[in-house]
């Protein structure tokens, strides 16, 4: 069965300084993979996705994901944090069985 | 287009009750899942319809159960209620041909007393 695991489960972070949330999944192939965020209360919200293709993906609200079938690894970044990116991001996986399988999660904290 | 919705957005319930969830998906969206979300168990998949058939199930008892009805709108249930069930319950939904790329709804928040 497939895994993801997001290694840091808290990330506090600048305003205006880089971010770079990891993700690695356990996987025979590659599988369909995601970043979602989730704001407190909310339900989740698609960042962005790789299915195949170029290795790095744009998403919404800034965020890029580079894809590195090597480390089996999908890791978000984003180059300017803005307050409003505090929030839990959470990386996702799809593997052909009509489910996605989520990592635990990272909560990012901005500070002033 | 509208996203989509989850009624309703609160509930509280006794143990023992039993309990029913809607979710009306994305329009034109054919797929419906359903995800339990706790801070002890994280996000787990708890069913997935398509067309109205469950076309996989997560590892949950038989107490929650769901259906999908021919206008994609669908609905789980959960008997028999136990402390444990407390969840933000999430509905998401896709198109027919990428079925992994999930639209989530704002979720019902179910408390058990």
């Known amino acids: 069965a497939q895994s993801v695991t997001q290694p840091d489960i808290h990330i506090t972070v600048s305003e205006g300084a880089s971010l770079e949330l990891r993700c690695n999944y356990s996987y025979g192939a590659t599988p369909y993979l995601f970043w979602y965020v989730q704001s407190p209360g909310q339900g989740l919200q698609l960042l962005l996705k790789y299915f195949s293709g170029d290795t790095l993906v744009q998403g919404i609200k800034g965020f890029e994901a580079e894809f590195k079938r090597s480390q089996s690894s999908f890791n978000l970044r984003k180059p300017s944090v803005h307050w409003s990116d505090a929030a839990e991001y959470f990386c996702a996986v799809g593997a052909g069985d009509y489910k996605l399988s989520f990592g635990a999660g990272t909560t990012v904290t901005v500070r002033a | 287009k509208a996203g989509v919705t989850q009624t309703p957005r609160y509930l509280i319930k006794t143990r023992g009750q039993q309990v029913t969830l809607s979710c009306s998906p994305i329009?034109?969206?054919?797929?419906v899942s359903w995800y339990q979300q706790t801070p002890g168990q994280g996000l787990q998949f708890l069913f997935e319809y398509f067309s109205e058939t469950q076309r996989n199930k997560g590892n949950f008892p038989g107490r929650f159960s769901g259906r999908q009805f021919s206008n994609s709108r669908s609905e789980m249930n959960v008997s028999t209620l136990e402390l444990g069930d407390s969840a933000l319950y999430l509905c998401?939904?896709?198109?027919?041909?990428?079925?992994?790329?999930?639209?989530f709804g704002p979720g019902t928040r179910l408390t058990v007393t």
């Open positions: 998401a939904s896709s198109w027919e041909g990428e079925a992994y790329e999930q639209y």
């Open positions: 329009s034109g969206h054919r797929s």
